[in-house]
């Protein structure tokens, strides 16, 4: 009986804890970026970082902050690499975008960004991050075939695979079937 008023109680306590935390926000922020060649030999990194309130409160005076990208390796083109807004709403998205042009020629890995963020209940400011980027390859050097397959891939490639489909479907019509066989009863 000792045990079963202690199970009992213990499940009230997880039970009572889960909804107190699911009162307040819960921010998810996810980064991405992409590299565009420019004709004139430049790369251009396209920045954007969506965030969203999957708790059950609004939170206050969201503020990002992505200081993940080096002076002296990139310029900033266009937007900025800080955001404020005054909410976020429970259930609600949030995205900033920002676009960088590459200084210098190697590998980048890039931190999380961060977001702070002010709940009602709590005095001291909360923070969230970001995830992180994948490496970028800043200013690489495409070798001559590889320039080749991606032009051959960026004509062709929806005329190669309209054809594999043609092909798989007339090779399906034409097989036989196995159960169709095993199921006629001979007379």
Known sequence: ???????????LFLIST???AGDSPFIIAHK???????????ERVSVSIDIYNQGFSTAYDVSLVDHSWPQDAFDVISGNISQSWEKLDAGGVLS???????????????????????????????????????PLDILAEITPEKKFDLRLLAKYGSQISVISIVALFVYLMVTPSKSSGASKKKR
């Open 18 to 20: 889960a909804t107190a």
């Open 1 to 11: 009986m000792a045990n079963l008023l202690l199970k009992a109680f213990f499940s």
């Open 96 to 134: 900033h975008s920002f676009e960088l042009e590459g200084k210098r020629q190697g590998m980048f890995y890039g931190a999380p960004a961060v977001i702070t963020f002010r709940i009602p209940t709590k005095a001291a400011p909360q923070e969230a991050y970001s995830t992180s980027i994948l």
């Open 32 to 42: 991405k970026a992409s590299l565009t060649r420019l004709k004139s030999g430049a």
